[in-house]
């Protein structure tokens, strides 16, 4: 095999293993995947000032993500269908974030159930939420996320309705999926991959079916999700939910400085600054350029963390340099999880904290914590860090 260097190793390497319709679930964006590609490029925009004869030895990354020691300021990211990129890929994600030390996110649309997971981990993950119609569901939903141990709620708040996804289109991915002559030849294009799933009896939406009337299987779970999609989800929803959980609550899906002091007020502990990988609002700006005026607006008063477009720890640290307390992680370890399992996401995570720490000491640091706009170069024409 050859040496994984990056990332984008580990995303090659998925594309050649994962059939095309899971790849692409992961590797687009809605539309013309403007705000997809801008998520990744306005990183590159940003540049470091490099400074030298600064003693960088006994470097740190650990620090804090609401009120949990973390070994980098790194969380995985929620992330539908994670267990049809690798058979049972929630657990195995779950399991290599625990022992790196850093938090692992559970979408409400895993594969493997909350309680599959907490089977398999030995201590307490985050769950992410979406409000569906069906509010006694997100009860009984928030209890089991509470009964599991799960030391922090993750609502996310920019699934209302659904961006439209031209590859999953094509793709006939859809939740089922569509099973055809075309899928059928995607799957067996992938021969390892399906022996593989096989093997396990998670190949279902573990938190929806059984859980719910109306979607007790696979063929009724499609109908059952088109209807649960809440276009009427506001403010009043998300202090609902407040006064349910107990835990640390953190608000995800934020663009705009005026949401961000909407969701100070609600009594979240943090929020996320993102806009769902570019799979919802096409021609939305990136989120590394929405996280100043929000770090501006309300970063005194509540942990502002961003997500969208990461793919290394160079991007981690640009991030932290404008005034980001902690990032997430989603396509940069499905990348990793889809092409070597477990092991992968280690990987992963490997490279983005060994990039992290080298690209910290050359900008003359030893504490993560100490990360400041200081810095970034900044063209003297307008002083924007962004070139």
Same mark, same amino acid.
């Given at each position: 095999m050859a040496v994984i260097t990056c990332i984008e190793d580990l995303r090659r390497l998925h594309r050649r293993r994962v059939p095309r319709m899971f790849f692409d679930y992961v590797d687009s964006g809605s539309w013309t995947e403007s705000t997809y590609q801008a998520n990744e490029q306005d990183y590159q925009r940003l540049r470091f000032r490099q400074r030298v004869a600064v003693d960088i030895s006994a470097r740190s990354l650990a620090t804090t993500l609401v009120g949990q020691p973390v070994a980098m300021p790194v969380a995985l990211a929620p992330t539908g269908l994670a267990g049809m990129q690798y058979p049972d890929g929630e657990i195995l994600a779950a399991r290599a974030a625990e022992r790196f030390g850093v938090p692992f996110t559970l979408s409400t649309m895993s594969i493997c159930s909350i309680e599959d997971v907490a089977a398999n981990t030995t201590k307490p993950f985050w769950f992410q939420l979406y409000v569906m119609r069906d509010r006694d569901y997100i009860e009984r939903l928030i209890g089991r996320a509470r009964d599991a141990g799960c030391s922090a709620l993750v609502l996310t708040l920019d699934l209302q309705i659904m961006g439209q996804r031209h590859k999953d289109l094509r793709n006939g991915l859809s939740t089922p999926p569509q099973f055809?002559?075309?899928? #059928?030849?995607? =799957?067996? @294009?992938?021969?390892? !991959?399906? +022996?593989?799933? $096989?093997?396990?009896?998670?190949?279902?939406?573990?938190?929806?079916?059984?859980?719910?009337?109306? #979607?007790?299987? =696979?063929? @009724?779970l499609g109908? !059952?999700? +088109?209807?649960? $999609?809440?276009?009427?989800?506001?403010?009043?929803?998300?202090?609902?939910?407040?006064?349910?959980?107990?835990?640390? =609550?953190?608000?995800?899906?934020?663009?705009?400085?005026?949401?961000?002091r909407r969701a100070r007020e609600s009594g979240?502990?943090?929020?996320?600054?993102?806009?769902?990988?570019?799979?919802?609002?096409?021609?939305?700006?990136?989120?590394?350029?929405?996280?100043?005026?929000?770090?501006?607006?309300?970063?005194?008063?509540?942990?502002?963390?961003?997500?969208?477009?990461?793919?290394?720890?160079?991007?981690?640290?640009?991030?932290?340099?404008?005034?980001?307390?902690?990032?997430?992680?989603g396509r940069a370890f499905l990348y990793g999880l889809g092409a070597l399992g477990e092991t992968g996401v280690t990987r992963a995570l490997e490279i983005i904290r060994n990039e992290l720490d080298l690209s910290m000491a050359f900008c003359g640091l030893r504490d993560v914590r100490d990360v400041t706009a200081g810095i970034l170069w900044a063209p003297p024409a307008n002083g924007s860090p962004f070139c």
């Open positions: 055809n002559l075309r899928t #059928a030849l995607d =799957l067996l @294009s992938r021969p390892r !991959w399906c +022996a593989r799933m $096989l093997g396990t009896r998670r190949r279902s939406f573990g938190n929806v079916v059984g859980h719910v009337q109306g #979607a007790e299987n =696979l063929k @009724s109908q !059952w999700s +088109a209807s649960q $999609l809440d276009p009427t989800l506001d403010w009043r929803d998300v202090e609902w939910i407040r006064s349910l959980w107990k835990g640390a =609550l953190i608000l995800k899906g934020i663009m705009e400085p005026e949401d961000a979240a502990d943090a929020l996320i600054v993102s806009n769902h990988g570019g799979r919802q609002l096409d021609g939305a700006p990136s989120s590394i350029a929405a996280l100043p005026a929000i770090v501006d607006a309300v970063g005194r008063d509540i942990e502002v963390w961003v997500d969208g477009g990461i793919r290394s720890g160079q991007d981690v640290l640009k991030a932290l340099a404008l005034g980001a307390r902690g990032t997430l992680i």
